[in-house]
């Protein structure tokens, strides 16, 4: 079946800060890839996608890039600020497995001034 | 910039009561969607919905779950029977036809079931 396992939390940074959130998955088939946003209070959005391998996902500053040979999705930013605070989901699609969407565990990210 | 929402934004119940979560798509969404998010667990995919028909559920949707589209907005999911592990946030989401993959999330519901 799907699966994907990210990184646990909370991470800490403080502002300008680099960050990497790894994300691993498993599927059947040939995933499409996301990372989904939940800021405090809001529901699950959607930041960026990769459809087929070494696509490169961006919005926000935020980047992934889809890695086949190594199962992964790893969500970077060169610079965040005390608004990224939030929780970040990395999910797949596997077409073989329907439309669910199957997502990790979430990572607590705290931005710090 | 279209988006779902979700009514109530929290719900409390007594065990053994029958509530109906409310989600509104967007307009010119086909595909519709619940998945539930227990606190400190995984967001939990439950049921997709196309074409006026169940297109796929998970194996936590079970005989006390039911889905419905009665109007042309609106998309609920009714729990017959609440139980305390039901207790979660339930998030709708729905996507277009050009791109189904992509799915947009409401702000969730958070039932409460004592």
């Known amino acids: 079946g799907n699966s994907v396992t990210q990184m646990e939390g909370p991470v800490t940074l403080s502002e300008e800060a680099f960050l990497t959130i790894n994300c691993t998955y498993t599927?059947?088939?040939?995933?499409?890839l996301f990372w989904y946003v939940q800021y405090p209070g809001e529901g699950l959005q959607l930041l960026l996608k990769?459809?087929?391998?070494?696509d490169k996902g961006s919005n926000k500053g935020f980047e992934a890039t889809y890695r086949k040979e190594t199962t992964s999705f790893h969500l970077e930013k060169g610079s965040v600020q005390v608004s990224d605070s939030a929780v970040y989901f990395c999910?797949?699609?596997?077409?073989?497995?329907?439309?669910?969407?199957?997502f990790g565990g979430g990572t607590r990210v705290l931005v710090k001034p | 910039e279209p988006e779902v929402t979700q009514t109530p934004s929290h719900q409390v119940t007594q065990m053994g009561q029958e509530v109906i979560l409310r989600c509104v798509p967007i307009?010119?969404?086909?595909?519709f969607y619940w998945y539930r998010q227990i606190l400190g667990q995984k967001v939990e995919f439950l049921v997709s919905?196309?074409?006026?028909?169940?297109?796929?559920k998970s194996e936590i949707f079970d005989d006390q779950f039911s889905v419905e589209r009665p109007d042309g907005s609106n998309f609920t999911l009714k729990i017959r029977s609440t139980k305390l592990e039901d207790s979660a946030m339930y998030f709708c989401?729905?996507?277009?036809?050009?791109?189904?993959?992509?799915?947009?999330f409401g702000p969730g519901t958070r039932l409460t079931v004592t």
């Open positions: 919905f196309y074409n006026n028909e169940i297109s796929e």
């Open positions: 599927a059947t088939g040939y995933p499409s």
């Open positions: 999910a797949l699609i596997s077409r073989a497995a329907g439309n669910k969407l199957t």
């Open positions: 307009s010119n969404h086909l595909y």
């Open positions: 990769a459809t087929k391998a070494d």
């Open positions: 989401a729905s996507s277009g036809n050009g791109q189904p993959y992509e799915q947009y």
